[in-house]
């Protein structure tokens, strides 16, 4: 019989490793799975609360010409809504296991969301400091944005699906 450890967040005030973050999004499209990612973003931990931004103008894909139609109003409309952001209300940790609650704001709107994933306990890294990290996953509707483009398919189906998979793998270091 296997019982579940619920240990504490970290406490402090922790900022992001950008070197060693990455955030995403991933999307169905046609036949497959589109992916993408934002270059600039940010990430802290303090007082119990997680907050996060990214700038809508270093969305990152594989064509410039669709990075542009993402900052387009067709999409993030980025002229407008420079930044995407996220505020938590509670987090939850059981084990390794995270929950966090919060508010995520895309093109003006702001809904609420629950993102789960994995956190790691804080390790002394070697450049002197002290880290942990998250591996964090939510499922939001574009539509609940105003983010409604698509392009139909011959059959009439929609080719880009309403449901978008954000997710990021995060180290953050303790502040001094």
Known sequence: ?????????????WALDPVHSTIGFAVSYMAGTFTGGFSQFDAVLADGVFKGSAKVA?????DPDLATHLQSPDFFDAERYPELAFASSAIERTG??????GEITIKGGTEAVEII????????????GERF???LAAVIRRDEFGVSWNNPLPSGEPALSNDVTLIAELQLVKQT
């Not at 019989?1 to 005030?13: D, I």
């Not at 390794?96 to 609650?101: F, G, L, Q, V």
């Open 1 to 13: 019989m296997s019982t579940t450890e619920t240990t504490a967040v970290p406490t402090g005030t």
């Open 58 to 62: 270093s969305v990152q894909v594989k």
């Open 96 to 101: 390794n296991r995270i929950r966090i609650d």
């Open 117 to 128: 994933g994995e956190i790691t306990d804080p390790i002394a890294d070697p450049y002197g």
């Open 133 to 135: 990290g998250l591996a």
